[in-house]
Structure formats: structure tokens, C-alpha cells
């Protein structure tokens, strides 16, 4: 977020038949401000254009200022396209957090992913956990001026000296203030703990969830979410991964407190993680625990979800023969409820096979269960030799956002030309998967 001075942001396209395009602004045009507002960021430029009557004040390519008018509806756009989305650059996170997955991550992957956001901008345009602690307090004025709202946190800890020691950096402790400020500001907040056994867990726990619940009801949720560790932790702080008894003791200390939250408040707003469940070997709890799935990106709740999407799904559908075979591939933490459900869907349409295949994650290392991190040749190695049928699906969430490629390079076409089978992505919902395993039928 660009604070103090003002610059101007480049306009790097107009969109065709947009206002933008009827008053004859052009690329290259700088964005100086908007009813008189400067611009420095995307935060400025949407918050500025909600307005009907806008006047904008640019310089042109040759460095002459000129002055438009724009009547537009309220919220409408009005056709501007920056280099950058953010029109500044993305700033990356000032900690050293002792459980951070990108110092996990093996050498050689492309650069973008060892690239660390903590950028209050990507929270509140798409919904990115920050830490505060690289927020200044002009930058969490123009917060509640703007009103943005929800703010998703990683908070860790509600105390403040572990804070300071989990992230390694001297100003984690007191950037909690921020929590505060914005609660009484009324804006809402989504938290995540990241636990780490024996570090923030146990009585640090409680202290948290005791805290965060005292700013109920800005703060809607807490998810509870357990440290990722890969193979690659040389030279990193020692950590342990999450046993079947301390992950059951989570789940107790959320329970409990939940528990007593729901006596004065009617609702719960702490959650662990479903690793924590799979982990424990507990029973996950069904859709209606959830409350509308406040923290399904932390993996809270989607094991539920899919099961519910996916049996209301199956049964509507009304085909009861169908002559297809087909390999899901899907990550060792999902592989129990996936194989459950293709066999519920075999179970109803006859001549449908399902092949479900756990994918062992080869690159990361054994205790990286979820399918999200699997990359090309993890797939390539789990089906290799087997009859996949006449397509291969892989899960949803393994390719990065542009939807070509995995976390190894390989892209959708390399994997399926190795492989020698069609091979599709399967969508997020149980209706997604329902038809995939049935040829979108
Ligand atoms: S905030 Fe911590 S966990 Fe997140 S990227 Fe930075 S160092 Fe890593």
C-alpha cells in the first residue's frame, strides 16, 4: 500500500466501448486522481470510483493534464486497465515465521513461488491471510475510513512474546493492536492459528481463542490449522508434526471452548482444521457444525461440504446404467472420502467404474497428504502401469491459478501426452465430481 506521497498510476488499456473509451482517455495516460482523491493503489482507484459523478484528473502521454467527466450508475466501471492489478508493487512479508512452507519448499521450482505476500491489499481483494505486522497505522486508518471489510489475519498467538518469537520479527507482538483497532471499528475479521505442536497449542490455545472471542462479533472465526511440513527443513527451526493424541487434544480444547462460547453467544466460531480430524482418527463433523463454512480456503469444513454436495448430487441424478471407466487421482488425505464416494456412485449407476489412486507427494515428502500440492510427476507416478480407463481426473486445486500447469512445471498436455489418456480437472463442488466420474452427464 503506497502511503504518504502521491504518485501516478499508468493506464495500460481502455476497454472497448467504455466510458473510458467515449471520453478519449488513452493508454498510456497517468491516473493522477478522482474527485480530487490521489490514487496509489487499486484500494484508492475502487473505493474512489464507487461515485456517480466522477472527474478525473490525468496527464497525458506528453505530459499535459486534462480534466474528464463521468456520470455513471453507482459501482459501474468505467473501463480502465493498469500494468499491474495492484498498480504499485506487491509487498512481501517482513517475518521469518518458523513454520513458513515457502523456506520448505525444494530449490529449482519456479520463481513466483517462493515469493512471500503479506499484502493487506490481497486480503481484501481475494481474501489473502495477513500478518499486520508490515500495516503502519495511516495504513489501517484508510482501512476503516474505506471500511474494508472482512480482514482476514494469521494471528498464531494472542500473546504477544510467542508472536514476536514464532515470526522473528520485533514488531508481531504489538502489530495485534491493529486486531483491536479494527474491531471497534466494526470490521469484521477472519483469524487463523497455525499450530505448531508444544509451541502455540495446549494453554496458548485457549489464551488465544479466549482473546480473539472478547472482540466477538468482529471476529466471526478462528480456524485452527495444523503446521505443514515437507522434507525440505534443513537448517530450519525443529519442529514436529501433529500426532494422533496432541491433534485430538485440539480438537478437545476447541471443543471445550466452543462449548462455552455457544452458552453466552448461541454460536461457535472456533474450528479445527479437518487435517486435525483425519489426524486424530476422529469422526469429521457433518455439514451443520459449519455455519456456512466461514474458513473452507484453510481446509475447515471441506470434507463435509463435498460429502453433502456430492450425496445430494447423486441423489438427483437419474441415470441408472452407463457404460464408463475412469481413474480419479486425488492426495492421501482425501483418498478415504473419495474412494467412499465413487463407490456410492458405482453403487447407484450401474457399469460406472472408479478408480481412485492416492498420489503419494514425492516432491514435498511424505507428511504433505492434501491434494492441492501434488505436481505432475507425483500423478504420473501414482497411475503408472494401471488401466485408467478412457479419462484421468485430477484434483481441482493442484494447477496454479492460470489452470495450465503443476507445481513441478508439467503442464495438463505433457502429463496426458506421458500418460498416453485424456486427462481433466475435476471442479471443487460434489456436483463437479459427480459429473466428472460421469462424463458431465
Ligand atoms: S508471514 Fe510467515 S509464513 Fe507467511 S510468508 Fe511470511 S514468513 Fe512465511
Known sequence: MSSGESMAVTISRIVRGSFAEKKRINAGD???????????????????????KLVLALETAEGKSKLVLIRKGEFEDIGLEFETYL???????KNKCIFCFIDQLPKGLRKSLYFKDDDSRLSFLFGNYITLTNLTDSEAERIIR???????????????????KMMANPKAGESLKYLKRFADAGIALNT????????????ELERSLDELSQLYPAVQS???VPVGLSEHREGLYPLEPYTKETAGEVIDIIDRFNEKFRKTHGEIIAYAADEFYLKAQREMPDEDYYNGFPQLENGVGMWALLKSEFESALSEFTLTELDRKVTVVTGE???????????????KIKGLTVQVVPAKNRLLGSMITVSGLLCGADIAAAVEGLDMGEELIIPPNCLRSEGDMFLDDMTVEELSDKLGIRVTQNGSSGE???????GGI
Open 432 to 438: 463437479d465430481l459427480l459429473s466428472a466420474l460421469t
Open 87 to 93: 498498480m504499485d508493487k506487491q509487498r512481501s512479508c
Open 333 to 347: 488425505a482425501a483418498y478415504p472420502l473419495i474412494k467412499e464416494l465413487a463407490e456410492s456412485a458405482e453403487k
Open 222 to 224: 478462528i480456524a485452527a
Open 146 to 164: 474505506m471500511h474494508i471489510s472482512p480482514v482476514n489475519v494469521s494471528v498464531q498467538t494472542m500473546n504477544p512474546e510467542l508472536r514476536v
Open 30 to 52: 497517468k491516473l493522477i486522481s478522482i474527485n480530487g482523491n490521489s490514487i496509489n493503489d487499486v484500494l484508492d482507484y475502487r473505493f474512489y470510483l464507487n461515485e456517480k
Open 192 to 203: 487463523q492459528l497455525v499450530l505448531c505442536p508444544g509451541i502455540n497449542d495446549g494453554a
